[in-house]
């Protein structure tokens, strides 16, 4: 049987491996579930328009060497001091790959798509991104370049079709899927087909059903079951996008005075746990230190608004900020746990965790 990375990638990601990472990070697994099922097949579809490049197989042969272990170590690492260099690395990886533009427009989408928010996805593409290129690298000639372009182009189909339904939508104009061609609008022509035959079916049940009933109101009663397919079906379609919008709707409404505070509060634990990931030693923790010291700066500022919110706005920042705490506190004490860390970052370290304390109440 032919090799379905998206399937073999997704088999790796089993529940238990699911819910793991969601604890890792500090975030609903069902919202890790469903933002995995679209960022493996955008990720891969990313890849393929990298392999479409001149260079862009020897890129990708590169980046897959240094990945042949991290499936088999993931679990190892999940929630213990190597997690957040997964991550960091992982984000590093697509940066170099994708190029910020194309990085940004995968995270936002599948942010949107999942609810999650732009730094969480972030983090689980970083995650997931390791996961992928080590796959890549253990299927025949993964670590050729010809191999390698060879194999994702023999994908188009598998990660065509196992883009969510929706979820193309918000990838539009990206050019992220560009490199799948016709592939990436058969298959939504095939979910649109299909609702189309659904629809077709229930018509013909009715029809037969009209002549099995007698009476005027009878005519009608096929209309119903009609009725309700076309609507599961219009909300299958465009569910997830509608649900997307509403969930930017949801963020626009936190912008007070001309400041856009969800988007402050999430770009500093961005910040935070960049800043942190980087200190490996005393030297390293100064020369953090005038960052966090910005980045505490940047949460007081979010703190200092609160006032201004609303209480459904509060409990907006609040959810943007609790989830994350988990992940956030074992950065923290990873790195205080670095002998000589804890005399130069401690102070400044315990002012931030108070703060987002209180914006995560």
Same mark, same amino acid.
């Given at each position: 049987?032919?090799?379905?990375?998206?399937?073999?990638?997704?088999?790796?990601?089993?529940?238990?491996?699911?819910?793991?990472?969601?604890?890792?990070?500090?975030?609903?697994?069902?919202?890790?579930?469903?933002?995995?099922?679209?960022?493996?097949?955008?990720?891969?579809?990313?890849?393929?328009?990298?392999?479409?490049?001149?260079?862009?197989? !020897?890129?990708?042969?590169?980046?897959?060497?240094?990945?042949?272990?991290?499936?088999?170590?993931?679990?190892?690492?999940?929630?213990?001091?190597?997690?957040?260099?997964?991550?960091?690395?992982?984000? !590093?990886?697509?940066?170099?790959?994708?190029?910020?533009?194309?990085?940004?427009?995968?995270?936002?989408?599948?942010?949107?798509?999942?609810?999650?928010?732009?730094?969480?996805?972030?983090?689980?593409?970083?995650?997931?991104?390791?996961?992928?290129?080590?796959?890549?690298?253990?299927?025949?000639?993964?670590?050729?370049?010809?191999?390698?372009?060879?194999?994702?182009?023999?994908?188009?189909?598998?990660?065509?079709?196992?883009?969510?339904?929706?979820?193309?939508?918000?990838?539009?104009?990206?050019?992220?899927?560009?490199?799948?061609?016709?592939?990436?609008?058969?298959?939504?022509?095939?979910?649109?087909?299909?609702?189309?035959?659904?629809?077709? $079916?229930?018509?013909? $049940?009715?029809?037969?059903?009209?002549?099995?009933?007698?009476?005027?109101?009878?005519?009608?009663?096929?209309?119903?079951?009609?009725?309700?397919?076309?609507?599961?079906?219009?909300?299958?379609?465009?569910?997830?996008?509608?649900?997307?919008?509403?969930?930017?709707?949801?963020?626009?409404?936190?912008?007070?005075?001309?400041?856009?505070?969800?988007?402050?509060?999430?770009?500093?634990?961005?910040?935070?746990?960049?800043?942190?990931?980087?200190?490996?030693?005393?030297?390293?923790?100064?020369?953090?230190?005038?960052?966090?010291?910005?980045?505490?700066?940047?949460?007081?500022?979010?703190?200092?608004?609160?006032?201004?919110?609303?209480?459904?706005?509060?409990?907006?920042?609040?959810?943007?900020?609790?989830?994350?705490?988990?992940?956030?506190?074992?950065?923290?004490?990873?790195?205080?746990?670095?002998?000589?860390?804890? !005399?130069?970052?401690?102070?400044?370290?315990?002012?931030?965790?108070?703060?987002?304390?209180?914006?995560?109440?």
């Amino acid at each position: 049987m032919a090799t379905n990375l998206v399937s073999l990638i997704m088999e790796f990601l089993t529940p238990d491996l699911i819910g793991r990472i969601a604890s890792g990070l500090g975030l609903d697994s069902n919202k890790v579930r469903t933002a995995a099922s679209a960022g493996v097949p955008g990720l891969l579809a990313g890849l393929s328009g990298v392999a479409a490049e001149p260079d862009g197989p !020897q890129k990708l042969v590169e980046a897959a060497r240094g990945e042949t272990g991290t499936p088999g170590q993931l679990t190892d690492m999940l929630g213990g001091a190597g997690q957040s260099s997964v991550i960091a690395r992982g984000s !590093q990886l697509l940066g170099s790959l994708l190029g910020g533009r194309d990085q940004n427009a995968l995270t936002e989408a599948v942010g949107r798509f999942s609810g999650l928010g732009q730094s969480s996805t972030g983090s689980l593409l970083g995650m997931l991104a390791p996961i992928v290129m080590g796959t890549l690298a253990r299927q025949p000639g993964g670590l050729n370049p010809n191999g390698m372009a060879n194999l994702l182009a023999s994908q188009k189909n598998n990660i065509a079709a196992a883009l969510p339904s929706g979820f193309s939508n918000l990838l539009g104009g990206t050019g992220l899927l560009d490199s799948l061609g016709g592939a990436a609008r058969d298959a939504a022509g095939t979910a649109t087909q299909s609702a189309r035959t659904a629809g077709s $079916a229930v018509y013909s $049940a009715g029809n037969a059903g009209q002549h099995a009933v007698s009476g005027t109101a009878a005519r009608w009663l096929w209309l119903i079951p009609l009725a309700a397919i076309i609507a599961g079906a219009v909300y299958w379609l465009n569910g997830p996008a509608q649900q997307a919008d509403q969930h930017v709707a949801s963020a626009q409404n936190l912008t007070v005075a001309g400041v856009d505070v969800g988007k402050q509060t999430t770009d500093s634990l961005s910040n935070l746990r960049t800043t942190l990931s980087g200190v490996t030693d005393v030297p390293s923790a100064k020369a953090a230190l005038p960052k966090l010291q910005d980045v505490t700066g940047q949460i007081d500022k979010t703190d200092g608004m609160i006032g201004s919110l609303s209480v459904d706005q509060r409990k907006a920042i609040a959810n943007i900020v609790s989830p994350q705490m988990s992940a956030v506190n074992q950065l923290f004490d990873k790195v205080l746990a670095i002998p000589g860390v804890d !005399q130069v970052l401690k102070p400044t370290i315990d002012s931030v965790k108070a703060k987002l304390a209180t914006l995560a109440a």
